[in-house]
C-alpha cells in the first residue's frame, strides 16, 4: 500500500519561506497528477497546487505568485517551494493525487506569525 510522509513545515514568521517534501513509498507519482492540499481548522481541506504528469501547473489564486509546486518522479517525491508566507497560509499541509485520492499522510503543520 502506497504510503505518503510529508515534511518541511515549520513556524516562520510572516514573508519567510518554506519548502515542504511529499515522500511516496511506491512510484505513484509516475502514473498520476499530484497535489498539495492544506486545512485549517474549521475549514474544508482546499487544493492549492497541482501538476500532472506533463508538467501542466495549476495554483490556487490564494497562493498564485507566492508558491511553486514541482516533481522529480524518480525520487517519487513532491514540492512545494513557499516564499512571501502570509498567517493566512497557516494550515496543516498534505500531498495526495488529485484524482481519486488514496489514503491521506498525516501532513505537516505550517504556521506562519504575523
Known amino acids: 500500500q502506497v504510503q505518503l510522509v510529508e515534511s518541511g513545515g515549520g513556524l516562520v514568521q510572516a514573508g519567510g519561506s518554506l519548502r515542504l517534501s511529499c515522500a511516496a513509498s511506491g512510484s505513484i507519482f509516475s502514473i498520476a497528477a499530484m497535489g498539495w492540499y492544506r486545512q485549517a481548522p474549521g475549514i474544508q481541506r482546499e487544493l492549492v497546487a497541482s501538476?500532472?504528469?506533463?508538467?501542466?501547473?495549476r495554483y490556487a489564486d490564494s497562493v498564485k505568485g507566492r508558491f511553486t509546486i514541482s516533481r522529480d518522479n524518480a525520487k517519487n517525491t513532491v514540492y512545494l517551494q513557499m516564499n512571501s508566507l502570509k498567517p493566512e497560509d497557516t494550515a496543516v499541509y498534505y500531498c495526495n493525487k488529485v484524482v481519486r485520492p488514496i489514503d491521506w499522510g498525516q501532513g505537516t503543520q505550517v504556521t506562519v506569525s504575523s
Open positions: 501538476i500532472s504528469l506533463g508538467g501542466t501547473i
